[in-house]
């Protein structure tokens, strides 16, 4: 029911001039709610590190299991190259080659003596009972006879 005098609209915004502003700054007026308290969730735990050890390339070569030699390349038996090609590897928990590369032999020897060592297969290295990864050295020699 209007007032006289008030030039407001029936079922309107409490405001005389009828603007609405009030209805917003009483809503601006409310306190705003505290957000929910975060409950403390533990990041997982990083995964242990992978234990590595380093061995000898001698105490490797007792745990060799499968072993092919490598293929003389043609071309290296006609020059008549010979050496020594010294790779560094990591055996793997279960006995595979990983991370296999050359580190010194002669250029034509290298791809022969990679693609022999790529298919070794070791026995696993255990550590205080667990197996471990092994890094180690493997030498190919070439020899002509």
């Known amino acids: 029911m209007p007032v006289a005098g008030d030039p407001g609209v029936t079922g309107g915004f409490a405001e005389s001039n009828g603007s609405g502003n009030a209805l917003i700054q009483g809503l601006l007026a409310i306190p705003a709610l505290a957000p929910p308290p975060m409950l403390a969730v533990k990041p997982p735990a990083p995964p242990a590190p992978l234990k590595r050890i380093r061995v000898g390339s001698g105490v490797q070569e ?9 293929v003389y390349p043609v071309i290296a038996r006609q020059a008549r190259i010979s050496g020594t090609v010294r790779l560094e ?3 793997s928990r ?9 580190v010194s032999g002669h250029p034509l020897l290298i791809p022969a003596a ?3 060592v790529q298919r070794w297969v070791f026995r696993p290295t255990y550590l205080n009972g667990e197996a471990v990864e092994v890094a180690t050295v493997i030498d190919v020699n070439f020899m002509l006879q």
């Open 94 to 102: 279960e006995g595979a080659i990983l991370n296999l590369r050359a």
């Open 89 to 91: 590897a990591v055996i």
């Open 114 to 116: 990679v693609a022999a």
């Open 62 to 70: 007792g745990k060799l299991i499968f072993g092919p030699p490598p």
